[in-house]
Every structure is written in C-alpha cells, then in structure tokens.
C-alpha cells in the first residue's frame, strides 16, 4: 500500500428540486438524495445522513477487513449501521450517536485474530476516526445572477 500523506477528495452536488438534488463524483454515476417527508423533503432518494452513516459503516468495514486480510483470516464481514437523532440544547435536530453492529463469520479457530483487530481497527479508518473528534467545516458563498 502506497504511503499517501495528504490528498482532497472532492464532489459537486446540486439542488434539483425541493430538497431533492444530485451529488457528483468523479468516475461514477450520480448518487440522489433528499430528505424525508416528515423533514420537509419527498423521500425519493437517500437522506443526507444515509450516506453518512453509509460513509461511518462503510470505512469501518474496509478497515477491519483490512486487517482480518493481514492476519490471512477468511471471514463474511457486515455490519448494520443506526444514527440517534434528537434535538440539542438550540432544539435543532443532531446526529447524538452512530451504532455499529459488526458481524463477522470466521472459523472459530481465527476468532482470538479478529478480536485482535477488533480492539485496533477503528483507529485506522479515516471516515469514523474524523466524524468522532469532529471535523471543522467552512463555507464560502459565491453569488450570481440567473
């Protein structure tokens, strides 16, 4: 594996229409989201907080298979992923928790190698690691006319 010391990922997402829009990444089809209808949207796509939760899940998984992969473990790995919504202190609605649930089905006799990387692999995914200690987010507006 190459030693990456820094590197950006980028997307361009749009509004459509309402709350539905569109979200581009470079090299692959267009994902969809919007919001629920009981927060204002149509429910036609993913909400926002799926593909967070989707991106929290997804990097988990690729980190423990990593290294269940290095340990020569042959293991199924899955996972069910739920975010706590509530309201904070300002009454506005917040992610308060992500729960994971992990499935793994190994030999039994390779169990003790996945609670090895069961008690490290969370330090090694990008994703959870950064959503944990909390990510500072800027934004900048840019105006035009029609």
């Known amino acids: 594996m190459a030693q990456i010391e820094t590197f950006t990922a980028r997307q361009t997402l749009k509004v459509c229409q309402g709350f539905q829009g569109e979200a581009r990444i470079e090299g692959f089809p267009p994902l969809a989201f919007d919001e629920p209808a009981d ?11 799926d593909y ?4 929290v899940g997804g990097c988990l998984l690729s980190s423990l298979s990593f290294c ?15 975010g ?21 089905s190994a030999a039994e ?3 003790k190698k996945v ?24 934004t900048r507006l840019h105006l035009s006319a029609p």
């Open 39 to 49: 927060l204002g949207g149509t429910n036609t796509a993913p909400a926002p907080i």
């Open 52 to 55: 967070l939760l989707t991106a």
């Open 68 to 82: 269940v992969q290095k340990k020569r473990v042959q293991a199924a790995i899955a996972a069910d992923v739920s």
């Open 84 to 104: 706590r919504v509530e309201r904070d202190a300002d009454g506005l609605l917040r992610v308060q928790q992500i729960d994971v649930e992990l499935r793994v």
């Open 109 to 111: 006799a390779d169990w």
């Open 115 to 138: 609670e090895g990387c069961h008690d490290i692999f969370k330090k090694y995914c990008i994703v959870s690691a950064s959503v944990a200690r909390g990510i500072p987010i800027e």
